[in-house]
């Protein structure tokens, strides 16, 4: 008894920064050598297949290929049914259809089984004999002692790959949508690698969404001008090969022409402006410098990047900036996440289907005042009730649990207003009429 003592101490010992296949591995080849078993194996069930798949498999002292077996006309059956096996001796007679225990020439056979954390059979350990067992109360005991930890591990390899499987699904998402952006934006290219580098692809989906939308205008206007001066000018060869053009026709064509390079220098210039405030844009996300932005031109060009979404619910966004206000000094890869979740928390839960509410508006307003800059974010959705206000800051709270929302927007939003800007957040709704965001942040030094 005492040596078993010893060597369970050791064998705990082995197994605390272990994980995996070192673990299985090491403990099944610990157990095989202190109850003296022929073969000794941990395996993983799979109730659809009715097979078992050995995760770690010790033969003869040694470490052996993994395989996967049916559970049919075997004793492993009965432990996959929730029921420690115990057979000392004779099992081949008594389950003479299991070949691979005739062909191991097996005599003695304990199973057990290995439950997850809601009691659900995941598993099972077995010894085999190749003589009569005269342990059997040696290897249940440490069977039922060790099952609870490899239960654990076997819970915890599930939970990784799921993970895994999950990030790779997020991946592959990621670049069926990176592969879809339009040829327009090639002079972001450079803005969304960096974007994805930093792992920020929730606002290069913003940003990218939003250029696409706003270019898409003056380019239009620009292609119709194009063909209009196309039109004119074939117009004019025309009539100056057949020689008839007159005066008035001349004029007119001349008039036509002007109208349309004016309009389309316009139009290219405009969106030349609309790309180069993205790229700002995009560096000011891309980056936890201060820097010294202008407002006006700054909520545009954030505004602007989230219209997309905020069309597809019919939301329409004002923006009221004080003109006094020319600059201010501040983070703005944090403000810009703040001012996202806040309007994109508001497009969630302040606005959904069939509400009513046909005007949708949100309406950003700001002020500075002694170095203060003041921004309120006001919306005339359907408001929340006291209890919810109470509650919107904290980690995980959502109305929206099952349905997108993970309860995390505005308690990350507190936490860049109060810990990383130095700021202030109060707000005030009324169920029915809307919500307003009241935001106060210092200049930054």
């Known amino acids: 008894m005492k040596k078993i003592d010893n060597n369970l101490s ?9 994980y995996g296949t070192e673990f299985f591995n090491s403990l099944t080849l610990q157990l095989h050598q202190l109850i003296a078993s022929d ?16 995760i770690s498999l010790v033969a003869k002292g040694e470490i052996s290929d993994n395989f996967e077996y049916s559970l049919i006309d075997t004793p492993c059956a009965n432990v996959s049914d929730d029921t420690a096996c115990i ?12 070949q691979l225990l005739i062909d191991m020439k097996i005599e003695g056979y304990i199973g057990t089984p290995l439950h997850d954390s809601n009691g659900e059979i995941i598993g099972l350990i077995v010894a085999l004999y190749e003589h009569a067992i005269t342990n059997s109360d040696t290897v249940t005991a440490l069977f039922d002692l060790f099952s609870g930890r490899i239960s654990a591990e076997l819970e915890r390899e599930d939970k990784e790959k799921q993970l895994t499987e999950l990030n790779d699904l997020l991946e592959e998402k990621v670049n069926e949508r990176t592969s879809e952006l339009s040829s327009a934006i090639d002079r972001l290219r450079f803005t969304q690698d960096k974007l994805i580098e930093q792992e920020k692809m929730a606002s290069l989906g913003n940003l990218v969404a939003g250029i696409a939308h706003e270019i898409n205008t003056p380019l239009g206007v620009a292609v119709l001008c194009s063909s209009n001066i196309e039109d004119a000018l074939e117009k004019l060869n025309s009539k100056i090969e057949s020689n008839s053009l007159t005066k008035s026709e001349l004029e007119s064509l001349i008039s ?8 389309l220098s316009f139009n290219l210039r405009r969106a030349a402006n609309l790309v180069d405030n993205f790229k700002e844009m ?13 407002i006006s031109s700054w909520l545009n060009s954030l505004v602007g990047s989230l219209r997309p979404m905020l069309y597809k619910k019919n939301i329409t966004v004002e923006l009221l900036v004080d003109e006094h206000i020319t600059s201010f000094t501040t983070c703005p890869a944090k403000m810009s996440q703040v001012f996202t979740n806040i309007i994109s928390n508001s497009s969630i839960h302040a606005f959904e289907e069939n ?6 508006n949100i309406i950003i307003s700001t002020k500075i005042c002694n170095d203060i800059l003041s921004i309120k974010i006001n919306d005339n959705g359907k408001g929340m009730t006291d209890e919810t206000i109470k509650k919107i800051f904290e980690p995980f709270y959502t109305t929206k649990r099952g349905k997108g929302g993970t309860g995390l ?32 942040f210092p200049a930054l030094t």
């Open 355 to 360: 509400d009513g509410i046909s005007d949708r």
């Open 282 to 294: 995009a560096v000011s996300i891309n980056s936890d410098d201060l820097i010294d932005i202008n």
């Open 10 to 18: 050791h064998i705990i010992k082995s197994l605390k920064s272990s």
């Open 409 to 440: 927007g505005l308690s990350i939003v507190h936490n860049i207003i109060i810990n990383n800007l130095s700021g202030k957040l109060a707000v005030e709704s009324t169920v029915g009429k809307g919500t307003c965001f009241n935001l106060e």
């Open 256 to 263: 036509t022409l002007n109208q349309s390079e004016e309009s």
């Open 87 to 98: 057979y000392l001796e004779k099992i081949c007679q008594l389950y003479p259809s299991d």
């Open 39 to 54: 073969y000794t194996f941990i395996a993983k069930l799979d109730k659809d297949k009715y097979v078992s798949q050995t």
